[in-house]
């Protein structure tokens, strides 16, 4: 189960964390290096990018007294950017021939918001020219299909969140979703604690989801199953179907053994190696 770290995933790992640690301090970074290597060499045993990032988010408190929630900046911009925007993304969706399916563009191109995998290359003004494009996304056809099937079929979805920001599509996303399968149960899972940029409890209270909530249970950003909180456990084996946010729920959860549905951005070279897609492509994949 899962997508594990390779070569590539070390390679990306030690020249991003490295050059944060020597931006940092120069003279500890060469201990925080040597905490690196050693957390890296056991990920090839086995472990996804998601939960290895949990581990070397420690190096940054043990080594330069950083806190875990070191992107609190980064979610507070990308909340306060989105939110004004959501009523008129909102009404834009609704007036679509598939609402369902154009409130997934938004959702799918608010995974861009990610400033842990996409290190230094966010830009609020180039989400702003991505979102006049939203519509014009591709999908693939027949795992929608599939998606609306199980939706129609199913009693409870699992609404797995990826990063801060990008929660607010989501609360579009489900609105639709509430529409068109009103005796459909949704419910959010958020992270438990800080993770990266990814959206926790307090994020969806800004963004004012009214759906039930549960949480992780941990700092890992994605879904490491063994470690689910029991709220979320239960969650999770109650769905009838999950639609998983965002690379780091897809890594974490690939191969389970529940119904999930992968939407995401291409944004790494292990994802362009997995999938055979250039970055940035645009996904919706059914779990194998």
Known sequence: MAITMNSLCMRCMVKKHLETAESLDMEKSQDFAKDLMEILRASLDGNNSAVVGAQINYLYQKHFGLGHDRFIAEKKESNEFIKPRLQEIQNLVEQQADPVFAALQFAVLGN??????LKGQVSFEKLDEMLQDALKMELDPATYENLCRDLEQGKNLLYITDNAGEIGFDRIMAQQLQKK?????????VRGKPAHNDATREDAAYMELAFPIVDTGNDIGGVDIPQLSQEAKDALDRADVVLAKGMGNTESMYGCDYNV???FLVKCIRFVQFFDKPMFTPMLVKNP
Not at 181 to 189: E, G, K, R, S
């Open 261 to 263: 549905y992968y939407a």
């Open 112 to 117: 861009y918001l990610d400033f842990a995998a």
């Open 181 to 189: 399968y009103p005796h459909l149960q949704i419910t959010f899972c």
